[in-house]
């Protein structure tokens, strides 16, 4: 069993950053690639982007530049580091597997930036 705790988000205005972090519990933590995800209001949830156990990282067109994915094997955590943010990354933010799996979504985190 995954627990999965999102933590971070915020208010921020258009231009700045925020990181985020997702504590995982559960020895299968190290050997997984982990995704960041996020649901704007009225959308589908959308893949933001991911990192391997061994580091590769991929992002979504629309944060490349602008975001990092990071984790630390040692806190079972991986982190979302956020900058230029824009008023179109407003959404709640979820970490999970990649490719996500269905009972391990939690409660998200939620992003607004403002204009």
């Known amino acids: 069993q995954v627990q999965l705790v999102e933590s971070g988000g915020g208010l921020v205005q258009a231009g700045g950053s925020l990181r985020l972090s997702c504590a995982a519990s559960?020895?299968?933590?190290?050997?997984?690639?982990m995704g960041w995800y996020r649901q704007a209001p009225g959308k589908q949830r959308e893949f933001v982007a991911r990192?391997?156990?061994?580091?590769?990282?991929n992002y979504a067109d629309s944060v490349k530049g602008r975001f990092t994915i990071s984790r630390d094997n040692a806190k079972n955590t991986v982190y979302l580091q956020m900058g230029s943010l824009k008023p179109e990354d407003t959404a709640v933010y979820y970490c999970?597997?990649?490719?996500?799996?269905?009972?391990?979504w939690g409660q998200g985190t939620q992003v607004t930036v403002s204009s």
């Open positions: 999970n597997l990649y490719p996500s799996a269905p009972n391990y």
């Open positions: 559960g020895s299968i933590f190290r050997m997984s690639t």
């Open positions: 990192i391997t156990s061994g580091g590769y990282t």
